[in-house]
């Protein structure tokens, strides 16, 4: 009988190691938060002894100095002294609504996009440049310009399913309204360039049960939705 209790004894304080609990405060970039809603929706389904604090934005966080488990942007992140995770690479798509192109007529060649109106991201790392693989693996980019810039995801998609312009669009952005047809795919043979959608958190040596736990369930949600947008 003794040795079974040490057994039951054993599995409590194993169980107890292993639950989520405490707050998660969790920064994350305003055009993936789609992505990462149900993350945590399933995260508090999950543990019911953990709560979330999330604020969404653009700017560049100090982790410490904010008192931030977590963030997760598609931007690389200014400071050096975290710890970064890959949780998902993506990529642009060049693309444009139908309606579009029965006003203005469709791209033929890279360069023709100098001459059309281009709704352009801020955050793209390459500012007014957008660059390109292929054919083949020549690297190329071409300068464009238009009526609109924004850091808003949300702001960049309504005016291009209006038909106001040409995208790069981000694949986690855009995949949905190319399938249903909302907006079409443009110079095919040019691959847009690849980029990662990131976690970082302080140190290794303070990651908590709740930040591992939350970064494997975004990376589980990342990798089913990049298999079932099939835009590579």
């Not at 004894?9 to 055009?31: E, F, K, M, W």
């Not at 993350?39 to 019911?48: A, I, M, N, S």
């Not at 660059?131 to 309504?158: C, D, I, Y």
Request: hydrophobic fraction near 40%.
């Amino acid at each position: 009988m003794k040795h079974h209790r040490s057994k039951e004894a054993d599995q409590a304080a194993g169980l107890l190691q292993t639950t989520v609990r405490g707050t998660l405060r969790l920064y994350v970039g305003v055009h993936i938060m789609p992505f990462i809603a149900p993350v945590v929706v399933e995260f508090l389904e999950r543990h019911p002894e953990a709560s979330v604090d999330l604020n969404s934005g653009e700017r560049n966080v100090d982790m410490v100095e904010e008192g931030l488990d977590l963030a997760i942007r598609a931007v690389q992140p200014a400071d050096a002294n975290v710890i970064l995770r890959r949780l998902a690479s993506w990529h642009h798509i060049l693309c444009c609504a139908p309606s579009y192109i029965d006003k203005h007529g469709a791209p033929r060649r890279l360069d023709d996009l100098a001459r059309h109106n281009c709704l352009r991201f801020s955050l793209y790392p390459f500012g007014d440049e957008w660059h390109f693989t292929g054919p083949g693996e020549a690297q190329v980019s071409v300068k464009v310009a238009g009526n609109l810039v924004t850091n808003n995801a949300s702001v960049l998609r309504s005016s291009a399913l209006a038909g106001q312009g040409i995208v790069m669009a981000p694949t986690f952005i855009g995949a949905e309204d190319l399938k249903a047809g909302r907006l079409v795919r443009l110079l095919p043979d040019h691959r847009a360039v690849d980029f990662a959608i990131n976690a970082t958190y302080p140190t290794r040596h303070h990651l908590s049960t709740k930040v591992r736990s939350f970064l494997d369930l975004a990376a589980e949600h990342m990798a089913r939705h990049r298999q079932e947008l099939n835009f590579e």
